[in-house]
């Protein structure tokens, strides 16, 4: 019985690691379009649509950060997107465009330091 046991938790650690590594691909694409977001928003003024384009890859992110490895990114996503949901709700007031901006480019930074790490673990 016991074998059992360790050849199942053996072949769950190995599918978490798949998808933590799939986790980490996606991440990539995920920031970029985070990235042309922002600039959206502070270049172009584009900024519910840039919002909500963020808000749903925040979403996507959160969801999934913590069971792979990554709480504290998770929790991040979390807020950001939270935050997103109060300016878009018609209260700019307790989460203005500056902020949101901010905290998108500080979002960004910290998944660029995760895939860094991560890509000098693997390697």
Request: charge should be negative; include cysteine.
């Amino acid at each position: 019985m016991r074998l059992a046991n360790e050849a199942k938790i053996d072949e769950l650690s190995s599918t978490l690691a798949s998808i933590g590594v799939r986790f980490l691909q996606r991440l990539k694409g995920q920031v970029s379009e985070i990235e042309t977001h922002t600039n959206n928003i502070t270049e172009l003024r584009k900024s519910n649509i840039s919002l909500i384009g963020i808000g749903k890859i925040a979403h996507q992110i959160s969801g999934i950060a913590k069971p792979v490895g990554y709480p504290e990114l998770g929790e991040r996503a979390a807020k950001l997107d939270s935050n997103i949901h109060i300016f878009l709700n018609g209260n700019p007031d307790a989460c203005p465009i500056e902020d949101l901006v901010l905290e998108s480019e500080n979002f960004v930074r910290c998944c660029l330091e995760i895939m860094d790490l991560a890509e000098a673990n693997i390697g």
